[in-house]
């Protein structure tokens, strides 16, 4: 943190901007910079855990699989978490990240304090308690505010989790979503375009015992069928377009019924080694599933062959002020396709499609969303801006990229 800090002031008085980057997961270049880049490698580990608080301090530089494990070696679990794990805990609450979850939220929303260095290498704590507007911002703070050197999160003892996952049709999914949500605790789905076909996918707390998938069922489950033949599909995809129907159809059918049974960060998580580019958008819950049809409408009347499933999942209301689901329900719908297949347009029918329902992008993914649209789906989005003004006046954390987001 010390170290931070100072770094921090040399660039103030060098006239120089700083970022600070961790794994490179997000599709933007919310971290880029043209003067100091700081990489938290070394910033790693957990300060402290509180039992009777329920509470663990971690470096905002560690990763999250590191942190997943050394918690379940505690006894410990964070309550959600989202689909992958590679992120530093910093990169991933800066920009939001979540899963699915019908009453637990992102990752930021389980922050209870956190430690941030501003742009006169202050370190300011913050909490409900201690500097509440700072901390209301800061929890998803897309590195404009300061640099995070830790995180406080909330955990629990740790739980075994209940996955099932099950194909089912699109209608019946989009006419049960309601349901599907109030009888879950963590509910998501996964639509195959050209299609009707869905997987997914239901976890629900379990008294145990746990009963993880067998090695090898579950190498064909996670990496042969979802990377390993997915990988071949979308090479094909890519490289003739007109076969992604018809691989769509066989690929949508290749995933069954299963369930197990496990403790929470191997049932949430999953590995992912197919590269793709994304787009996610936050809409209101009761707008997701009219906005899923007219994506489904918009492809089946246009050229577009999507080669990769549209995911969607579900988020409670927070009240962090720059958050995806800041004072509403919340539904997501996240479109990708393979890496190096043309996605502009693609992207931009869909972004169409969500901005007509209130829309907010993922900090970390594709948009062309400027401060001015975001100000319009943002209530608190001038709180956020006059917080930057007071801690940053100078934009020492500023880039092309929030320059776009926020305004100058």
């Not at 880049?37 to 905002?60: C, Y």
């Not at 992604?244 to 949508?252: D, E, G, H, L, Q």
């Not at 549209?310 to 689901?325: C, G, Q």
């Not at 956020?384 to 100058?408: I, K, Q, Y």
Request: one cysteine or more; aromatic letters at 6%.
């Amino acid at each position: 943190m010390d170290e931070v800090a100072d770094a921090v002031r040399r660039a103030a008085e060098d006239g120089l901007r700083v970022k600070t980057v961790g794994s490179g997961h997000s599709f933007t270049a919310i971290a880029a910079t043209d003067g100091v880049l700081i990489r938290p490698d070394l910033l790693t580990g957990i300060r402290r855990i509180d039992r009777a608080a329920m509470t663990v301090t971690v470096e905002s530089g560690t990763p999250l699989r590191r942190l997943n494990a050394a918690l379940a070696r505690e006894g410990l679990s964070l309550t959600n978490m989202g689909d992958i794990m590679e992120q530093t805990v910093a990169g991933a609450v800066s920009t939001g990240t979540h899963g699915t979850g019908r009453d637990s939220g992102s990752l930021s929303a389980q922050i209870t304090a956190l430690e941030l260095v501003t742009a006169d290498g202050t370190v300011l704590t913050c909490s409900r308690a201690e500097r509440p507007e700072v901390f209301a911002a800061a929890r998803v703070g897309l590195g404009a505010l300061g640099v995070l050197t830790a995180v406080t999160l909330a955990v629990e003892p740790l739980f075994l989790l209940r996955a099932r996952e099950e194909p089912m049709s699109l209608d019946r999914v989009t006419a049960e979503f309601d349901a599907l949500h109030a009888e879950n605790e963590h509910f998501e789905f996964y639509w195959f375009p050209h299609t009707d076909n869905c997987n997914t996918k239901r976890n629900n707390r379990s008294a145990g015992p746990a009963d993880p998938p067998g090695a090898f069922s579950g190498w064909v489950e996670d990496e042969l069928l979802s990377n390993g033949l997915f990988q071949v599909a979308n090479t094909l995809g890519r490289a003739v377009p007109r076969a992604i129907p018809a691989v769509a159809r066989v690929a949508s059918r290749a995933l069954s019924a299963r369930s197990y049974t496990d403790i929470p960060y191997k049932v949430f998580t999953s590995p992912r080694r197919v590269r793709f580019v994304e787009m996610e958008y936050a809409l209101p819950r009761e707008a997701a599933m009219a906005a899923l049809h007219e994506v489904r409408a918009m492809i089946g009347r246009s050229p577009l062959k999507v080669s990769f499933p549209v995911e969607v999942r579900t988020a409670p209301a927070d009240d962090i002020a720059l958050s995806t689901a800041s004072g509403r329900e919340t539904a997501y719908i996240a479109v990708h396709l393979y890496r190096g297949t043309p996605h502009r347009a693609y992207f931009t029918a869909v972004e169409r499609i969500m901005t007509a329902h209130g829309g907010r992008p993922h900090w970390g993914k594709l948009h062309t969303r400027d401060a001015e649209r975001l100000a319009e789906v943002y209530p608190r989005f001038g709180e956020f801006t006059a917080l930057r003004d007071r801690l940053d006046p100078e934009r020492r954390f500023a880039n092309d990229h929030l320059r776009r987001v926020l305004g100058s």
